[in-house]
């Protein structure tokens, strides 16, 4: 048939033979998409061989991955097993790598006709598990908050692809551009002030968006366990900084989670598991937001006591446990084996990585027990020099000893080697506000702590401290130096393990009383445009160069000093107003001297015998001055003392 010239046959027979090889091309572009599979990423993106433990687990995140099987060639190597935990877009791989020496290995997942080849490194280790040696009680650990410290570089202000944020330093609650490099560049000053060991707040990625005025700058809220926050800088970076510490003589503490994580995190969109979370039907009600308005919303009690209390009800203890620490931040699952192997290895994988050389766990005891106790129990196999910190926040050192490794007290070992002395944290502050008497008040509250020493399989592995980031400053709104020094001066002759707050030693203050911010203020100088320079004597007060000179005598007067890390300790009930505390190792003698009241003391050595013994004169170990010990001691309002022989 022609129509208007046109046949109408052949137009047909075209348009079909057009069809058909459309048809032929998408059925070829379709089939060419299922011949592979998406993977997105996998955790961690290498693995060491030579562990004591031989078997990795792999989480493997991509659509649809789950349903898929993987395959290796790679000698030595053998897949141990497979889990699907139940989100589609998740596989767990459990390799075992006993036979398997460094290399690149090919992984070759397969689902029907879909295959997906992945390079993934085998690495040799850079030292063995025993020549890891974490912190002790020879060190002095200055913790400090990367956010706060200095910036080394603007470069890593302002990050594309991060959730919205801003760097505002006239807000307390938000980001300050403090970094990694900051840190780097003021390693001298930790030399010069004479600590040993640094642990910084946590570094890894928190990509949650500014909320009014609050942000995650305190670094509390992972969202990406193996990746250095790109505001504090990168992976290499923090390499870097932990060789040139080392180089510096100085050990890193890295500060870690494992209760929860950020609300961002790319598990709580798509959970891996049902019960990858505590509470994983309040993330499906909550549509994707923290709000946890007209929800069944269970947060922490935040009392630690049900997890050792003999008589707590399960109400009580699931509460601890299993409640959120806020609404941001998602209750993990440490139950789940599989949980808890991933944030094991999270932890190895930066001790062979970065070479941290202790680790710090927040919020401890909300974490399940049996959970963190065969985490730290693989830790002490693989790394048995090394050192573990976990926050215990109670104050009564019966709770605090429970926790420790080998506890008598205890109805499971924890294996965690060092617990957090906040009893001497809350005693020493009051005693600062208080006259000691002859009986409970004033220094009588750290004599009153310590006699409970003996609940502890190891009292020189309990780390002291008279604040944090988490608490008032020492000095609140003031600068009561003579209370400070009485408390450093305890902090360091102490059978403990000391830990200092980063401008404790230049006067820094503040309270908790309308933000936490202000107890986290910036190191002055650290930052661009900064008015004073405390980072060094020129740019200090002469109040602030007094004390800092003072703490760095007593510090660098400890290192290496084998009467204060060894020695053994003696106590004094507090007479007349006087507490006095001895140290005693090789025939050598320390004697911490306090006045705890605001009027003259005098110390009669005639009390003290037993140590003095016929010794006649000691060293001012502040000062140099001798003093005279075969007399008796006259002592100014609220001073201190400290003197060997």
Known sequence: ???????????ILTMMKKALSLTFLFCIAMTMRAATLTIDRIEPANWFVGMKNPVVQLMVYGKDISMADV?????????????????????????????????????????????????????????????HVGFSNADVLYMLMPDRFASGSDANDQIKGMQPYHNDRSQPSLRHGGDLEGIRQ??????????????????????????????????????????????????????????????????????????????????????????????PAWLQQSNGTSDPTGTDFLQTSYKLTPVVDPYASQVDLRETVEGWFVPTMPDLNQKNPHVMTYLIQNSIWWIETVGIDGIRMDTYPYADATGMARWMKT????????????????????????????????????????????????????????ETDAWWNGLNRIYNSLVYDYLYPNPSSVMAFIENHDTDRFLGNGKDTLALKQALALLLTINRTPQL?????????????????????????????????????????????????????????????????????????????????ARQYGGRKVMTILNGTSKPATMEVGRYAEIIGGATTAKDVITGRTVRIDRDVNLRARQTLVVEF
């Not at 048939?1 to 052949?10: N, Q």
């Not at 109805?411 to 957090?420: A, F």
Request: aromatic letters at 14%; glycine letters at 8%.
């Open 71 to 131: 395959t290796t060639d790679y000698p030595g190597v053998t897949i141990q097993d497979v889990v699907r935990p139940g989100s589609p877009n998740y596989l767990l791989v459990y390799l075992n790598l006993q036979g398997a020496q460094p290399g690149e290995m090919t992984l070759t997942f397969k689902n029907g006709k879909r295959t997906k080849k992945v390079k993934y490194p085998l690495c040799a280790r850079a030292m063995r598990g025993e020549e």
């Open 186 to 279: 003021h390693l001298d000053y930790f030399n010069e002030l004479g600590v040993t060991a640094l642990w910084f707040t946590p570094v890894l990625e928190n990509n949650s968006p500014d909320q009014r005025d609050f942000s995650t700058y305190h670094g509390y809220a992972t969202t990406d366990y193996y990746r250095v926050d790109p505001r504090f800088g990168t992976n290499e970076e923090y390499q870097r900084l932990v060789a040139e510490a080392h180089q510096h003589g100085l050990k890193v503490v890295m500060d870690m989670i494992f209760n929860h994580c950020g609300f961002d995190h790319p598990w709580v969109k798509d959970m891996p598991s049902d019960d990858w979370f505590n509470q």
């Open 501 to 581: 707050y980063y401008g404790t030693e230049v006067l820094m203050n503040g309270t908790k009383e309308v933000t936490d911010g202000n107890v986290r203020k910036d190191f002055p100088g650290g930052f661009p445009g900064d008015k004073k320079n405390a980072f060094t004597r020129e740019g200090r007060t002469q109040a602030e160069n007094a004390m800092f000179d003072w703490l760095s005598r007593l510090l660098h007067w400890r290192q290496g000093n084998d009467v204060i890390t060894k020695g053994r300790q003696t106590q004094f009930i507090p007479w007349k107003g006087v507490y006095v505390i």
């Open 1 to 11: 048939m022609t129509v208007l010239g046109v046949d109408f046959r052949i137009y």
């Open 379 to 434: 830790i002490d196999e693989e790394y048995p020099h090394f050192n573990t910190v976990g926050e215990t926040w109670v104050t009564e050192p019966a709770y605090t000893a429970t926790w420790q490794k080998d506890s008598r007290l205890a109805k499971s070992n924890s294996y965690l080697k060092t617990v957090m002395d906040f009893s001497f944290f809350d005693k020493i502050n009051q005693a600062k506000n208080e």
